[in-house]
Protein backbone atom coordinates (compact mmCIF):
# COMPACT_ATOMS: atom_id res chain seq x y z
CA UNK A 1 0.00 0.00 0.00
CA UNK A 2 2.00 3.15 -1.12
CA UNK A 3 1.72 6.01 1.42
CA UNK A 4 -0.69 8.42 -0.25
CA UNK A 5 -3.17 5.92 -0.39
CA UNK A 6 -2.43 5.26 3.68
CA UNK A 7 -2.67 9.14 4.06
CA UNK A 8 -6.47 8.99 2.51
CA UNK A 9 -7.23 6.09 5.27
CA UNK A 10 -6.42 8.05 7.79
CA UNK A 11 -8.04 11.63 6.99
CA UNK A 12 -11.20 9.31 6.06
CA UNK A 13 -10.83 7.60 9.98
CA UNK A 14 -9.64 10.70 10.79
CA UNK A 15 -12.93 12.74 9.76
CA UNK A 16 -15.57 9.75 10.73
CA UNK A 17 -14.03 9.71 14.21
CA UNK A 18 -14.21 13.72 14.69
CA UNK A 19 -17.43 13.75 12.76
CA UNK A 20 -18.85 11.24 15.24
CA UNK A 21 -17.63 13.34 17.84
CA UNK A 22 -18.96 16.48 16.86
CA UNK A 23 -22.52 14.84 16.13
CA UNK A 24 -22.37 13.82 19.89
CA UNK A 25 -22.12 16.49 21.20
CA UNK A 26 -24.72 18.64 18.96
CA UNK A 27 -27.35 15.27 19.81
CA UNK A 28 -26.59 15.94 23.24
CA UNK A 29 -27.27 20.31 23.48
CA UNK A 30 -30.25 19.14 21.23
CA UNK A 31 -31.45 16.67 24.28
CA UNK A 32 -30.11 18.86 26.76
CA UNK A 33 -27.48 15.63 27.79
CA UNK A 34 -24.54 16.13 26.96
CA UNK A 35 -22.90 14.06 29.36
CA UNK A 36 -25.20 10.97 28.16
CA UNK A 37 -24.51 11.47 24.54
CA UNK A 38 -20.53 12.10 25.52
CA UNK A 39 -20.40 8.38 27.25
CA UNK A 40 -22.50 7.20 24.43
CA UNK A 41 -19.05 8.29 21.86
CA UNK A 42 -17.14 6.34 24.67
CA UNK A 43 -18.98 3.37 24.45
CA UNK A 44 -18.86 3.03 20.75
CA UNK A 45 -15.24 3.80 20.38
CA UNK A 46 -13.75 2.83 23.69
CA UNK A 47 -16.29 0.14 24.80
CA UNK A 48 -16.20 -1.76 27.91
CA UNK A 49 -16.17 -5.47 28.34
CA UNK A 50 -19.10 -5.59 30.45
CA UNK A 51 -21.25 -2.29 31.22
CA UNK A 52 -21.18 1.40 30.21
CA UNK A 53 -19.39 4.10 30.65
CA UNK A 54 -22.82 6.20 31.56
CA UNK A 55 -23.15 3.49 34.85
CA UNK A 56 -19.24 4.07 36.10
CA UNK A 57 -18.65 5.47 39.51
CA UNK A 58 -15.11 5.64 39.03
CA UNK A 59 -11.72 4.75 37.16
CA UNK A 60 -8.90 3.16 38.75
CA UNK A 61 -5.28 2.06 36.87
CA UNK A 62 -4.63 -0.98 38.09
CA UNK A 63 -1.17 -2.43 36.92
CA UNK A 64 -1.35 -1.33 33.28
CA UNK A 65 -5.16 -1.73 32.83
CA UNK A 66 -8.03 0.81 32.97
CA UNK A 67 -10.95 -0.22 35.24
CA UNK A 68 -14.47 1.25 36.04
CA UNK A 69 -15.57 0.30 38.88
CA UNK A 70 -19.60 0.21 39.14
CA UNK A 71 -22.43 1.57 41.73
CA UNK A 72 -22.98 -2.25 42.94
CA UNK A 73 -18.79 -3.35 43.41
CA UNK A 74 -18.42 -4.67 40.00
CA UNK A 75 -15.46 -3.58 37.29
CA UNK A 76 -14.86 -3.91 34.24
CA UNK A 77 -12.35 -3.18 31.93
CA UNK A 78 -11.72 -1.67 28.49
CA UNK A 79 -13.21 -4.20 25.72
CA UNK A 80 -9.53 -3.31 23.93
CA UNK A 81 -7.38 -2.98 26.65
CA UNK A 82 -4.47 -1.57 24.26
CA UNK A 83 -6.57 1.58 23.81
CA UNK A 84 -5.67 2.89 27.32
CA UNK A 85 -2.05 4.56 27.27
CA UNK A 86 -1.67 6.93 29.97
CA UNK A 87 -2.84 8.64 32.74
CA UNK A 88 -2.13 11.95 34.78
CA UNK A 89 -2.37 11.71 38.57
CA UNK A 90 -2.49 8.88 40.80
CA UNK A 91 -3.38 5.32 39.68
CA UNK A 92 -6.10 5.04 42.36
CA UNK A 93 -7.41 8.46 41.87
CA UNK A 94 -6.29 9.54 38.34
CA UNK A 95 -7.42 13.58 37.29
CA UNK A 96 -7.05 12.45 33.51
CA UNK A 97 -7.26 9.34 31.50
CA UNK A 98 -5.59 9.38 27.80
CA UNK A 99 -7.06 6.83 25.45
CA UNK A 100 -6.16 6.25 21.84
CA UNK A 101 -7.84 4.84 19.05
CA UNK A 102 -5.86 4.72 15.54
CA UNK A 103 -3.94 7.91 15.45
CA UNK A 104 -6.53 9.57 17.72
CA UNK A 105 -6.41 10.59 21.12
CA UNK A 106 -9.32 10.89 23.54
CA UNK A 107 -8.41 12.84 27.02
CA UNK A 108 -11.07 12.26 30.41
CA UNK A 109 -10.69 14.74 32.65
CA UNK A 110 -11.68 13.64 36.12
CA UNK A 111 -12.73 16.35 38.92
CA UNK A 112 -15.05 15.95 41.22
CA UNK A 113 -14.97 19.52 42.64
CA UNK A 114 -15.37 20.40 38.67
CA UNK A 115 -18.59 22.37 37.26
CA UNK A 116 -19.72 18.93 35.23
CA UNK A 117 -17.53 16.72 37.66
CA UNK A 118 -19.29 17.45 40.76
CA UNK A 119 -22.59 16.08 38.86
CA UNK A 120 -22.00 12.65 38.04
CA UNK A 121 -21.00 9.84 39.82
CA UNK A 122 -17.52 8.99 37.22
CA UNK A 123 -16.57 12.74 37.84
CA UNK A 124 -15.92 13.48 34.45
CA UNK A 125 -15.69 17.33 34.13
CA UNK A 126 -14.40 16.90 29.78
CA UNK A 127 -13.84 14.52 27.51
CA UNK A 128 -11.74 16.13 24.79
CA UNK A 129 -11.00 14.38 21.32
CA UNK A 130 -7.65 15.65 19.13
CA UNK A 131 -7.98 16.78 15.88
CA UNK A 132 -5.45 17.91 13.65
CA UNK A 133 -5.14 21.40 12.67
CA UNK A 134 -2.37 23.91 11.50
CA UNK A 135 -1.06 26.49 13.49
CA UNK A 136 1.24 29.67 12.32
CA UNK A 137 4.59 29.64 13.83
CA UNK A 138 8.34 31.67 13.14
CA UNK A 139 9.74 30.21 10.55
CA UNK A 140 13.78 29.58 11.57
CA UNK A 141 15.17 30.35 7.94
CA UNK A 142 12.59 33.27 7.16
CA UNK A 143 11.02 36.47 8.71
CA UNK A 144 7.49 35.41 7.97
CA UNK A 145 5.78 33.03 10.03
CA UNK A 146 5.07 29.38 8.44
CA UNK A 147 2.29 26.50 9.16
CA UNK A 148 2.83 23.49 10.63
CA UNK A 149 0.88 20.96 12.06
CA UNK A 150 -0.27 21.13 15.48
CA UNK A 151 -2.82 19.63 17.68
CA UNK A 152 -6.41 21.22 18.65
CA UNK A 153 -8.26 19.52 21.27
CA UNK A 154 -12.52 19.19 20.53
CA UNK A 155 -14.43 19.58 23.99
CA UNK A 156 -17.49 16.96 23.85
CA UNK A 157 -19.10 19.10 27.42
CA UNK A 158 -18.03 22.33 27.35
CA UNK A 159 -19.02 24.93 24.69
CA UNK A 160 -17.28 27.60 26.33
CA UNK A 161 -13.40 28.28 24.72
CA UNK A 162 -10.61 28.41 27.08
CA UNK A 163 -8.91 31.28 28.20
CA UNK A 164 -5.46 31.45 27.95
CA UNK A 165 -4.76 30.00 31.95
CA UNK A 166 -6.51 26.78 30.83
CA UNK A 167 -5.08 23.61 31.72
CA UNK A 168 -5.91 22.29 28.25
CA UNK A 169 -3.96 25.25 26.34
CA UNK A 170 -1.04 24.24 28.51
CA UNK A 171 1.19 21.32 27.28
CA UNK A 172 -0.22 17.71 27.71
CA UNK A 173 2.23 15.72 29.99
CA UNK A 174 0.82 11.75 30.72
CA UNK A 175 2.51 8.95 32.73
CA UNK A 176 2.15 6.19 29.98
CA UNK A 177 0.78 2.95 31.51
CA UNK A 178 3.88 1.33 31.78
CA UNK A 179 5.15 3.79 34.20
CA UNK A 180 7.36 6.21 31.54
CA UNK A 181 6.62 9.60 30.13
CA UNK A 182 3.65 9.68 27.19
CA UNK A 183 4.64 11.86 24.38
CA UNK A 184 1.98 12.99 22.19
CA UNK A 185 3.99 12.03 18.69
CA UNK A 186 3.26 13.96 15.71
CA UNK A 187 0.01 13.26 14.47
CA UNK A 188 1.18 12.09 10.57
CA UNK A 189 -2.00 11.95 8.97
CA UNK A 190 -0.99 15.09 6.30
Known amino acids: MNMTMMNTQNQQQLHH ?20 SATEFLDRRFPLARGSHKMVKSYVVYYQHLLAFFEDGSHSGLETSSQFVALCGHKEEPCAILLKSGDIHVELTLDKNGRMGSANPAHIEDIQVESPGFCLRESEGCATE ?18 DDCPQRNERRFTAKDGGEYQLVSLGLF
Do not use: T, Y
Open 146 to 163: AISQCRNWLSLLHSAPCD
Open 17 to 36: FIGEAIAAVVNGAKRGVSLE
